[in-house]
């Protein structure tokens, strides 16, 4: 894990890509420069009651021009506030958060189910070996164009309006890529059955988990989950997703 700094960020960019979907490029001091893929930040509202901060996942490193993108969705009224800033104002922010996923060579599946998508991108560009991009929709896509230059992409929606009719695991079913491994961030059921379909084919599994964040930083054990061994820091069978994880392997936990 990455040394934590806290800094104000200027705004670069910031639009909508989809309905309450928003990218933004934020120019940090250090913060860009420590980040690694499955890494997040945390982002504060300038409203004071708004105490708590937002954690957001990396979508995209530029650590020369020391830049972040953040892909993210309104689900409150911190992240509307967010989707408000205007390039060149800015916004405090401190990360990078947690600990990332594991860069291995070797056949790699990339699975990112609705927001869980963002962080698949920066690990796509960074990862070596064979990679095979599957990406998982309600119904309206982003982001497919930018997997494009990392591998071949695969597209699955629940309403059929864009690639196969169906989920995650109908796209995998269609390639005939022995990978050796999958790293996946997605919805909980989503992350269950790759869990189970890596299990049953000899694979790694590397899952990010999403959950409710208070602090950020592993002190309030606010988003605590199940695990398999006993915690050093609580002295029970729970690890902090935003300590320990948000990137775990997937026989680590329990979900």
């Known amino acids: 894990m990455s040394e934590k700094r806290r800094e104000r960020a200027e705004v670069l960019y910031n639009k909508e890509i989809a ?9 940090t001091e250090e913060i860009a420069r420590l980040a690694a893929p499955g890494q997040f930040v945390s982002l504060y509202c300038a409203n004071a009651s708004r105490l708590l901060p937002r954690p957001i996942s990396i979508c ?6 020391r830049r972040l993108r953040l892909v993210y969705r309104i689900a409150g ?18 990360g990078p958060l947690g600990n990332g996923f594991p860069k291995k060579a070797g056949a790699s599946f990339l699975i990112g189910g609705g927001i869980g998508i963002p962080p698949m991108l920066e690990l796509a560009k960074q990862l070596e070996g064979e990679r095979q991009i599957v990406l998982g929709f ?21 309403d059929g309006s864009a690639g ?8 995998i079913g269609g390639y005939g890529l ?37 602090c950020g930083i592993g002190a309030c054990l606010g988003c605590v989950c199940h695990a398999k061994e006993t915690d050093g820091h609580t002295n029970v069978k729970n690890k902090r997703i935003c300590k320990e994880g948000p990137v775990f392997e997937a026989g680590e936990v329990e979900f």
Not at 19 to 27: E, G, K, P, T
Not at 60 to 65: G, L, M, T, V
Request: charged fraction near 30%.
């Open 178 to 214: 022995r990978a050796e491994r999958i790293y996946a961030c997605g919805p909980l059921p989503m992350l269950r059955a790759l869990k189970a379909y890596a299990a049953e084919n000899g694979m790694e599994c590397y899952v990010s988990l999403e959950e409710r964040m208070a």
């Open 164 to 171: 196969i009719k169906g989920n995650v695991l109908d796209a």
């Open 19 to 27: 309905a309450r979907i928003y990218s933004m490029w934020v120019r």
């Open 77 to 94: 009224k911190g992240t509307e506030e967010f989707s408000k800033l205007l390039p060149g104002e800015s916004l405090e922010i401190a």
């Open 60 to 65: 995209e490193i530029d650590a020369k021009e």
């Open 138 to 158: 309600r119904d309206e896509t982003f982001l497919t164009e930018d997997f494009l230059a990392y591998g071949p992409v695969s597209i699955a929606t629940e």
